[in-house]
């Protein structure tokens, strides 16, 4: 039987030819894909293991989570969060980009408003339309390349039709991890505006910054917590997004039950394999998180240093996740993603996040292939500078 010892970033194996979302989008082309956001590491070796003997089981019958693997999460949460969650509020979900479409559908009517803050991951931005719901956009403040919520604007975005909004924390793609006090903020606007808040948290393990800790905005008061609904997931943490298993935390009944009243006959089961996965993930995967952890933040500080000596090109601290937000307006390229891409590096464009003039870069791979993307950068920028 195939042994799993450690992962070896430096070295994953090749996904070209694999059915990737990531790698197959520049088959055949030298284009380093550094765009989706999945990470180019294997899962760590405990979760392989229990993948490995699923699979020699060989029955892939219909599947619902054990007490085991539901005891899995609530541990995670307190342990990594101190937040002590109950095993009837998690409602498992084959993915989070699901669950902000049914939130859209499930909490506010066709006449009335979903708000979220911009940039942002896309879905936030299509779940509201694709549910013919209004979207309301405040945009963040960025100042010296620092992206925080100007809670003037936030206030003024509410309407007495704004009935959902939409929270990334920690935040893709300015990489912003939410302070206590800016979460009470934001809650407390929500709150006086009778709004739910729901708050994807799908990066919360994966706070680079030594000096930052990701709370769980439900874990801050009951209030708040009667009014959350939480996304979470194994998914980017232990690099598991193609296994589909996710959940959302929910405290409050009737929420819970509005919530999965939306689900039904529409959201499959959860499989079985992404449900061994993140058993595993949570009762097996701490110390590999760890060993994750410190290569990303090499990969983040050798890009940070590379991208600000590069002139035409800014980025902010990357506080959590492994996407770095880069301001390239200055370069004076039209649409920088496609500039990079001729340079054959595949970024993706900060348009889809309402940020035109921005890119994101995926840093989530071997080493030499972020310093090889780094080279390709500036030359490219050189080049057209002469
Ligand atoms: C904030 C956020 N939510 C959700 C997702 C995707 O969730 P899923 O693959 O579970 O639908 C991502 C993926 O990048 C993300 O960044």
Redesign the pocket.
């Known amino acids: 039987m195939q042994e799993y010892s450690k992962t070896d970033f430096d070295f994953p194996p090749d996904r070209t030819n694999t059915d990737s979302i990531k790698w197959s989008r520049y088959a055949g082309c030298d284009i380093i894909p550094m765009w989706?956001?999945d990470m180019d590491f294997q899962s760590p070796p405990p979760v392989l293991e229990v993948l490995h003997n699923h699979i020699r089981h060989g029955v892939f019958g219909y599947s619902r989570p054990s007490s085991q693997t539901e005891e899995s999460v609530v541990q995670w949460m307190s342990d990594r969060f101190r937040w002590a969650i109950r095993p009837d509020w998690i409602v498992w979900?084959p993915?989070?980009?699901?669950a902000?479409n049914l939130v859209c559908r499930a909490f506010a009517e066709s006449t009335e408003e979903v708000l979220t803050t911009t940039p942002i991951?896309p879905?936030f931005l299509s779940a509201p339309r694709f549910s013919d719901r209004k979207l309301i956009r405040c945009p963040l403040k960025r100042e010296n390349k620092y992206y925080s919520f100007d809670f003037q604007q936030f206030k003024q975005a509410f309407s007495p039709k704004t009935k959902v909004c939409l929270l990334?924390n920690p935040h893709?793609p300015t990489g912003r991890v939410w302070t206590k006090k800016e979460l009470e903020t934001i809650a407390r606007i929500c709150l006086q505006n009778g709004s739910i808040i729901c708050s994807?948290e799908?990066?919360a393990d994966l706070v680079l910054s030594p000096d930052k800790k990701h709370i769980p905005l439900a874990s801050l008061d009951r209030e708040i917590a009667e009014r959350t609904i939480t996304?979470g997931?194994p998914?980017?943490t232990f690099n598991l997004?193609g296994l589909?298993c996710?959940f959302a935390i929910i405290p409050n009944k009737q929420i819970r039950e509005r919530f999965t009243h939306a689900m039904q006959g529409i959201i499959p089961h959860v499989n079985a394999l992404g449900l061994t996965a993140c058993r595993a993930a949570y009762s097996q995967g701490a110390s590999w998180l760890n060993d994750l952890l410190g290569y990303l933040r090499i990969n983040r500080d050798l890009l940070d240093e590379s991208v600000g000596q590069i002139p035409g090109l800014s980025m902010g601290p990357v506080e959590a996740?492994y996407l770095a937000w880069i301001d390239c307006r200055k370069l004076g390229q039209p649409n920088p993603a496609a500039f990079f891409e001729k340079a054959s590096v595949g970024l993706q464009d900060g348009a889809e996040f309402d940020a035109p003039g921005f890119v994101r870069l995926n840093f989530a791979c071997p080493r030499s292939r972020l310093q090889e993307a780094i080279q390709r950068i500036q030359k490219a920028v050189t080049k057209q500078a002469l």
């Open positions: 989706i956001a979900l993915g989070l980009v699901c902000l991951y879905p990334c893709n994807d799908i990066h996304l997931s998914s980017k997004p589909s996710g996740t």
